[in-house]
């Protein structure tokens, strides 16, 4: 293996340096980085791209700026000329949990399954080009297992290692039941490598050991083993939990270019480079500028956090639109004035009704708890006075502005 | 469940009863016992035949007493009226071992298979009515169960659960690998039950944990539960191993009427009566007898030894063999004469035989080593004269009488 150095020429050990600095940028762990690089090295000498798996769980495909720090990893190895492996693990979503205990592991149907992965293509596609993609439903191989099948990939693995695993482990020791199907599910994810011969495998921290079966099984089926490749967990808005969709500490990559910029402007200023580094599209030098910047304070925390609300703007919807964020955002949150489009509705209800039931009757708010406490913390605006009294009758009439929160306006049109 | 006692006559009560008493002998664990009494009473009264399960292993059917335990206990069953279930494990014969670690695990051809199961068949025969006996292959079942299945059926069941046995206890103990597979052997066995819809499942002490994943799957699966019959092991000749092939301490029970009185002579005392119970087809009354003469000195050791010698060979041989067999004993050993039939071997070699030679060339013994320990120790005889000499020449004739150890003799023919 170590030979495939002294067959490089310079340029293409140039190109290998240029490579692994793109790829190690951000991740939190390269399992090993050494063989990494004699992949990357081998595909640069003879051409030959790598295979990049990531899997994908089929039942839930909504798609925030959490999960781009892989998908962004993948854009990179894509615009190096290498292959996408998109893995929807369908099969045990078709299985889903036998036990019935995980609400979590419902059983999909086909239909389902199709529409979910669908839903995932058009929202990757905004980070990374589809066409270059290959997508694989391992229940193409893995319903085809006869229970003989079963026993002999079983005879690959020892109990004692699959009970490494941190949440058995952690379920031994609390006296918690594992039923022993669990015990399938990172078998099952370490064959599917087998099966695509994938050079390397894209996961967030939490996706260790799984990602680590793959290594295992390939050499186990005498195959070249993956590399595994774990980018860490992005906080959400709140800075503190993992972002996801449930915490509502997250930036869907639909969302309009007001949220999204408004949102990013929410992150706490810790986390900022994080951000910048794991979901953005700024070269290496880039982000070492911003750093550098920061740190001798010639950047303004302030002026650095547009900026990443501007480039996550940019990226999901235009240089045009993150522009346009940027200003409206100037002239809203640091004049203090109105953002320059506010969408209107049309009203058709009473000339006065109690503010309460207009807020929640406009969806500004789900529900009459959520009104009462925005009023309560002197969140809400008609026409830019405050609303002090929960009992106030609004007086409907045309143009008026109905202001929830920082972001959220609308005008009234009669 | 209860309310099949109010249904019963006194006469089927009395029924359930003799049966009970006949199946509870000589068992060591009944689980539960109170199950079993339901089972036999709702057969009595329905007419309905019990379901009794033996698995037997497809790569070892060489049958000796040990085996004929459960047999006879299968027996006592088939006498009343209930069906036996001959479960040949061929799934996992033709497996193997997937790590290929364990050499008793080989893997079987169907050919092998199916000469084992004929040979199992055979033998069994002397015990029991084969044409009573169901016989199934579990592949007919195994083999068609896919990996979700196979997931469905490891979702009934919790790691912790099978930790539990005692073999995987004591390796997690010492560290030992466990490979995943092994966990699958006690599900199949589990299965199989749910598959035959067992009523019973025998077999020794060290298939306590097996038998009751019968049980446990067949609640799952939501059929009625077996009960779980273990029948004690038994020692071999030697009094302190389990009877079997290897330690050379067994009975066979093909073996000729001489060798196998011999050999019952050979038991130790203190086992005597467990061999009454346990491999002999004598009644509750007849075993309850010997106990009491054995305890009150009415009945001498020697004798009732002699008897259990003579039971075994009717057995297996039939009532003039054992006569004979008795006869034979006495006048060899107790009088200290040959035995009144000696096998003859047609004599074709040279006129002068090194006697090491000659024991070996006649299958006597099997090596030249054995030949020298036997003479040694005195074992060897030519027409009744201890051979002394290693190299001690034999001059071959009609009718030289050849001894070797207390049991074996050969007539020479010219």
Redesign the interface.
């Known amino acids: 293996m170590e030979s495939v150095w002294k067959k490089l020429t310079e340029e293409q050990n140039k190109e290998v340096k240029r490579q692994m600095a793109t790829y190690t940028q951000g991740a939190q762990e390269i399992i090993p980085t050494e063989e990494l690089e004699v992949k990357v090295a081998k595909s640069v000498m003879e051409k030959k791209p790598l295979k990049i798996k990531l899997g994908l769980d089929p039942s839930a495909p909504d798609v925030h700026l959490g999960h781009t720090v892989v998908l962004n990893k993948l854009r990179q190895f894509q615009d190096n000329g290498h292959i996408i492996q998109l893995l929807i693990g369908d099969?045990t979503g078709?299985?889903g949990?036998?036990?019935g205990k995980s609400v979590a592991r419902k059983q999909l149907t086909d239909e389902e399954v199709k529409h979910n992965a669908k839903t995932y293509f058009e929202q990757f596609g905004k980070v990374m080009d589809m066409d270059k993609v290959e997508l694989h439903f391992n229940s193409k191989w893995?319903?085809?297992?006869?229970?003989?099948?079963?026993?002999?990939?079983?005879?690959?693995?020892?109990?004692?290692r699959?009970?490494e695993r941190d949440d058995f482990e952690e379920r031994?020791a609390l006296g918690k039941?594992?039923?022993?199907?669990?015990?399938?599910y990172p078998?099952m994810q370490g064959y599917d490598s087998v099966v695509l011969e994938s050079d390397i495998e894209l996961g967030g921290t939490d996706q260790h050991f799984n990602i680590l079966m793959g290594r295992h099984f390939q050499e186990k089926f005498g195959k070249e083993k993956q590399v595994a490749m774990l980018m860490p967990l992005l906080e959400g808005l709140d800075g503190v939990e993992k972002m996801s969709k449930s915490k509502k500490n997250y930036i869907g990559i639909d969302e309009s270019p007001q949220e999204m910029y408004g949102k990013a402007m929410s992150i706490p200023d810790e986390l900022m480079v994080k951000y910048f580094e794991l979901i953005t599209d700024l070269s290496p030098e880039q982000l070492t500028k911003i750093k550098d910047d920061l740190a001798s304070g010639e950047l303004h925390p302030r002026d650095a956090k547009m900026f990443l609300g501007k480039t996550i703007v940019r990226m999901y919807h235009g240089e045009e639109a993150a522009e346009k964020a940027e200003k409206q955002f100037i002239s809203v949150f640091q004049k203090g004035t109105m953002p320059e489009e506010i969408p209107v509705v049309q009203w058709e209800g009473d000339a006065k009704v109690p503010v309460i039931d207009l807020l929640v009757g406009l969806k500004l708010l789900n529900s009459k708890s959520e009104a009462r406490r925005m009023i309560e913390n002197k969140g809400v605006k008609i026409d830019g006075e405050k609303v002090e009294d929960m009992q106030h009758l609004v007086t409907m009439k045309k143009d008026l502005i109905i202001q929830v929160g920082k972001r959220k306006f609308l005008r009234i049109n009669i």
Do not use: R, W
């Open positions: 099969f078709k299985i949990d036998p036990t893995l319903s085809k297992l006869n229970f003989e099948d079963v026993i002999q990939l079983a005879g690959k693995i020892t109990v004692a699959l009970m031994i039941p594992i039923s022993l199907h669990e015990f399938f078998l």
